[in-house]
């Protein structure tokens, strides 16, 4: 088993899980607008499956003997998600960009998927739950654009 290949695939994948959750509760915090109560419960939720996810992710990774950085210093470098705006946020501007988040990551972690077929498939199957998760998440925000 090629630990180190299959760590970097859980630590990219926690740096982006991590940095996505950031940012859900950063515009649970900031979204204003007429869908303000359904898009900040809704935000809620995606941070919280994004923690989850990010937690079990790392967990993997320290079962296979590796050791994952969720440090918020190495997620700033590392994140490839841009940074979401300061200060308040109108509603449709959040699905936008929750949206752009979602799809950077489900596209960067197919590929993980697909290559952890033949390194580990636990760790694959653990990323397959996520994505799925992901698509979701992907599907339910941008049903709101327009």
Do not use: C, Y
């Amino acid at each position: 088993m090629d630990v180190s290949r299959i760590g970097a695939d859980l630590q990219n994948s926690l740096v982006e899980l991590t940095d996505l959750a950031l940012q859900a509760k950063q515009l649970h915090w900031n979204v204003i607008g007429r869908h303000f109560l359904s898009l900040h419960e809704q935000l809620d939720g995606l941070a919280d499956e994004a923690r989850t996810a990010a937690d079990a992710v790392a967990e993997r990774a320290v079962t296979l003997g590796d050791a994952p950085d969720g440090r918020v210093s190495t997620v700033a470098k590392e994140s490839p998600l841009p940074e979401v705006p300061d200060g308040r946020v109108a509603d449709l501007t959040v699905v936008d960009l929750v949206v752009d988040a979602l799809s950077t990551v489900i596209i960067r972690m197919r590929p993980r998927v697909a290559r952890l077929g033949d390194l580990d498939p636990v760790t694959q199957d653990l990323l397959i739950e996520v994505l799925s998760g992901l698509e979701k998440q992907r599907w339910m925000f941008s049903a709101q654009q327009s």
